[in-house]
């Protein structure tokens, strides 16, 4: 059974930086491609960043794109996303998605090609 369990969000003010971590179990972590998503209140689940199984492709919203870097560690099982330059309008849950198969080795941006996800972790950006 695949798990993914984030950590690292919390309240930090316009400006600041903050880094998330993406623990994955259960499989061979070089089996995914990984993602990062965001969810405001009311709005639905966008695409911040991917980066493909060995770490050599990323992608990235124009909104992150310059502020945010998506790195993984795969010998650790882990994913993380660097957030600087925090704006409020960053504010939302956090969540990672992995995917396996041949999309792993893909950057994707879509929530529907993704097969696993946690179950978030806050971020708030007070101005």
């Known amino acids: 059974q695949v798990q993914l369990v984030e950590s690292g969000g919390g309240l930090v003010q316009a400006g600041g930086s903050l880094r998330l971590s993406c623990v994955v179990s259960?499989?061979?972590?070089?089996?995914?491609?990984m993602g990062w998503f965001r969810q405001a209140t009311g709005k639905e689940r966008d695409f911040v960043a991917a980066?493909?199984?060995?770490?050599?492709?990323?992608s990235y919203a124009d909104s992150v794109k310059g502020r945010f870097t998506i790195s993984r560690d795969n010998a650790k099982n882990t994913l993380y996303l660097q957030m600087n330059s925090l704006k409020p309008e960053d504010t939302a849950v956090y969540y990672c998605?992995?995917?396996?198969?041949?999309?792993?080795?893909?950057?994707?941006?879509?929530?529907?090609?993704?097969?696993?996800w946690g179950q978030g972790t806050q971020v708030t950006v007070s101005s």
């Open positions: 998605a992995a995917a396996d198969g041949s999309r792993a080795m893909a950057t994707l941006v879509h929530t529907n090609e993704y097969d696993y």
């Open positions: 259960g499989r061979p972590f070089t089996s995914y491609a």
């Open positions: 980066i493909s199984w060995r770490g050599i492709s990323t």
